[in-house]
């Protein structure tokens, strides 16, 4: 299995590939959801106070942030993505597992939104939980069994078979962008942003000191 070594590299890929906005964490019903802080969630709050015809947010409400679109994946495909996110991103020391991050509801508010790289992934996405279910009882799966698909989708992928290979890419690098985007993910990149200061004193010295200056 991957180490946390090669899913950095995955997620700089990930990254060059995708732009990527920063996507809330919801809960799971159908109903609009509240954005607010959870441990999985993904930088700042996506707003969108419905959607018109295109398919488009209108301008957000950001006094009343919510998300009106319904979610995608029923509690069986939701439990497959768990397994297979908790597989290619393991709980190791000091570093939780995926699924304890909430990237398996991120992933599902990712391929639920309305916007067109999210429709793709989502037709993506589905045909390969659906490719899995016709191989494995996927609803069941345990670390061992999505161990092993997540090594045969990579091993098809490497191979170049498609359509394995897109959904493989696409649900890897969702999963990454969920898992790295939490505060938790932030985190361990080493990461220091997002911190409120009152004064600003400069540069740190060891900056000014790589810049020559």
Request: net charge negative; charged share 15%.
């Amino acid at each position: 299995m991957p180490d946390r070594r090669e899913t950095l590299l995955w997620l700089l890929r990930a990254l060059a590939l995708s732009a990527a906005p920063g996507m809330a964490i919801g809960s799971l019903n159908a109903e609009p959801r509240v954005i607010g802080g959870t441990a999985g969630a993904a930088g700042p709050p996506a707003a969108i106070h419905g959607i018109d015809a295109d398919g488009y947010g209108r301008d957000p409400d950001l006094r009343h942030p919510r998300v009106t679109w319904p979610l995608t994946l029923e509690p069986e495909q939701k439990t497959a993505v768990a397994a297979l996110a908790d597989a290619l991103l393991p709980a190791e020391e000091g570093s939780p597992a995926a699924s304890a991050l909430g990237v398996p509801d991120f992933l599902d508010e990712w391929i639920s939104a309305p916007y067109p790289q999210q429709r793709t992934d989502r037709e993506v996405i589905l045909a390969g939980l659906t490719w899995i279910h016709s191989q494995t009882a996927h609803a069941h799966l345990s670390a061992a069994s999505a161990e092993a698909v997540v090594a045969r989708l990579s091993a098809l992928a490497a191979a170049g078979r498609e359509p394995q290979a897109h959904f493989f890419s696409r649900l890897r690098n969702v999963c990454l962008i969920g898992y790295y985007t939490s505060m938790s993910g932030v985190a361990q990149l080493g990461y220091v942003g997002y911190q409120p200061s009152a004064t600003f004193k400069g540069p740190p010295p060891e900056v000014l000191a790589l810049l020559g200056v």
